[in-house]
């Protein structure tokens, strides 16, 4: 095998072992706008994309122990690298609506091969920066709730004492 595609191969291998999710999409029908389109939204979402050769992206799945790939790889392929499990599929799926020609064939989700219909349901999970959100949410929401409480046990007395002395000196004024 020639260097270039022994380097390739050692890419994918790399790309497989780093990313917590790769799609493989099959392309056949998109013109160069479309792809050029689907490219710039994958990589803004920081997803690596670009089309492989079967036979190179078939040896790197049997050396990262992904022979379950091999169904899959048949047609024109593409493969979208993340480290993000969902950020790929999203991407994927939301262009998908209006790229029609672009389909899923599978997807591979931390070392575990999906099937398409699988793959697409990782688009409807939020994403890491979602779910971070919604536990920091979950934790703040309960110790402001605390907070208010407090300041309200302590702001009461007060404001009531301050209140007694404004009338008081009202009093003494008048």
């Known amino acids: 095998m020639p260097a270039e595609k022994v380097e390739t191969v050692r890419e994918l291998v790399a790309r497989f072992q780093e990313s917590a999710a790769c799609v493989l999409v099959e392309y056949r029908g998109l013109n160069v706008a479309q792809m050029t ?7 803004a979402a920081g997803v690596h994309f670009k089309v492989y050769k079967n036979t190179l992206l078939r040896r790197a799945a049997e050396e990262v122990g992904l022979q379950a790939l091999a169904p899959y790889l048949e047609g024109p392929t593409a493969a979208a690298f993340s480290a993000d499990p969902v950020a790929a599929a999203k991407v994927i799926t939301e262009v998908q609506k209006s790229m029609e020609p672009l389909k899923i064939k599978a997807g591979v989700l931390e070392g575990k091969v999906l099937s398409a219909e699988e793959t697409a349901a990782l688009a409807k999970l939020p994403s890491r920066e979602e779910l971070m959100a919604k536990v920091v949410g979950g934790i703040q929401a309960p110790l402001y709730r605390i907070v208010g409480v407090l300041g309200s046990i302590v702001h009461t007395p007060l404001r009531n004492f301050m209140h007694g002395l404004k009338a008081v ?3 003494k004024q008048a």
């Open 37 to 43: 389109e689907l490219r710039n939204k994958l990589k």
């Open 169 to 171: 000196a009202e009093q």
